[in-house]
């Protein structure tokens, strides 16, 4: 494999030991994506599930009170986890986006799919219906492959005419999940995960999810950005991007830019 590129944003999301207390650092960051929302509170829970004391030291200014708003704060103080995240007053902002939550039921899935329905079916109908069943699809089966906790998190940038959205875990990571499907690498599992029906299920029905909605999302000039382990790859309409990262993500997580225009 030939030498890539650091990923300086999934470097940053890794935890690190510090004097034994695993910890998140986002205070470097100059933006805050539901990835990086997911990540944190998915390594957290497996911290503490495995008993380990965890923290998180959240961005600054305005990126701090974007991800209080977006609810880390408040997950993060139902695990016991240290942090410096301000209290928000919570509001009802369903309709642009979907703060925090585990994926712990169907309904975590559907109501994910349904905003991404929303916004995107005064564009284009039958992408909306496709999308829908595809991200329904990708955060519904994320507890199967995880064997593991999974979260999402969504917001929509009105400026950008795009939506965001992200689902992961702190779980198997794709190469352990793939194993059986020859992945030897992180790489080798992202690029098998993005075929159709690559599962690690025996299943024909099984494994297409993230592989059309990689292609409605290209399709319409958004991206996707998949990361496991220590590998990496955006993947644009026309080019893929693979990078490395130094430090080793202990799961798997999926963000999507779907162009809203």
């Given at each position: 494999?030939?030498?890539?590129?650091?990923?300086?944003?999934?470097?940053?999301?890794?935890?690190?030991?510090?004097?034994?207390?695993?910890?998140?650092?986002?205070?470097?960051?100059?933006?805050?994506?539901?990835?990086?929302?997911?990540?944190?509170?998915?390594?957290?829970?497996?911290?503490?599930?495995?008993?380990?004391?965890?923290?998180?030291?959240?961005?600054?200014?305005?990126?701090?009170?974007?991800?209080?708003?977006?609810?880390?704060?408040?997950?993060?103080?139902?695990?016991?986890?240290?942090?410096?995240?301000?209290?928000?007053?919570?509001?009802?902002?369903?309709?642009?986006?979907?703060?925090?939550?585990?994926?712990?039921?169907?309904?975590?899935?559907?109501?994910?799919?349904?905003?991404?329905?929303?916004?995107?079916?005064?564009?284009?109908?039958?992408?909306?219906?496709?999308?829908?069943?595809?991200?329904?699809?990708?955060?519904?089966?994320?507890?199967?492959?995880?064997?593991?906790?999974?979260?999402?998190?969504?917001?929509?940038?009105?400026?950008?005419?795009?939506?965001?959205?992200?689902?992961?875990?702190?779980?198997?990571?794709?190469?352990?999940?793939?194993?059986?499907?020859?992945?030897?690498?992180?790489?080798?599992?992202?690029?098998?995960?993005?075929?159709?029906?690559?599962?690690?299920?025996?299943?024909?029905?099984?494994?297409?999810?993230?592989?059309?909605?990689?292609?409605?999302?290209?399709?319409?000039?958004?991206?996707?950005?998949?990361?496991?382990?220590?590998?990496?790859?955006?993947?644009?309409?026309?080019?893929?991007?693979?990078?490395?990262?130094?430090?080793t993500y202990p799961g798997t997580l999926v963000e999507a830019r779907i162009a809203l225009q």
């Amino acid at each position: 494999m030939p030498a890539r590129a650091t990923d300086a944003a999934l470097a940053a999301l890794c935890a690190v030991d510090r004097d034994g207390i695993l910890t998140v650092d986002l205070s470097s960051l100059s933006w805050v994506p539901p990835s990086a929302i997911v990540a944190t509170i998915a390594q957290a829970a497996r911290a503490r599930a495995a008993g380990r004391d965890f923290a998180v030291r959240g961005p600054r200014g305005e990126l701090s009170s974007y991800a209080a708003r977006m609810r880390l704060g408040r997950l993060l103080d139902a695990l016991d986890v240290r942090h410096d995240l301000p209290s928000r007053r919570e509001r009802d902002q369903s309709e642009h986006l979907i703060e925090l939550r585990e994926i712990d039921s169907g309904t975590a899935a559907d109501r994910l799919a349904a905003l991404v329905y929303r916004k995107t079916r005064p564009i284009d109908a039958a992408l909306a219906k496709a999308l829908h069943q595809s991200v329904g699809e990708i955060a519904d089966n994320v507890p199967d492959h995880a064997a593991s906790v999974g979260f999402m998190a969504a917001q929509t940038l009105p400026r950008r005419r795009q939506l965001w959205l992200a689902v992961g875990d702190a779980g198997l990571g794709m190469q352990a999940t793939l194993a059986a499907r020859g992945a030897r690498t992180d790489e080798e599992a992202i690029v098998l995960a993005t075929r159709d029906h690559v599962s690690r299920f025996d299943d024909p029905d099984r494994g297409v999810g993230l592989s059309t909605a990689l292609r409605l999302v290209n399709g319409r000039g958004g991206s996707v950005y998949i990361a496991s382990g220590t590998a990496s790859v955006r993947h644009f309409p026309r080019t893929r991007r693979f990078l490395a990262s130094p430090l080793t993500y202990p799961g798997t997580l999926v963000e999507a830019r779907i162009a809203l225009q």
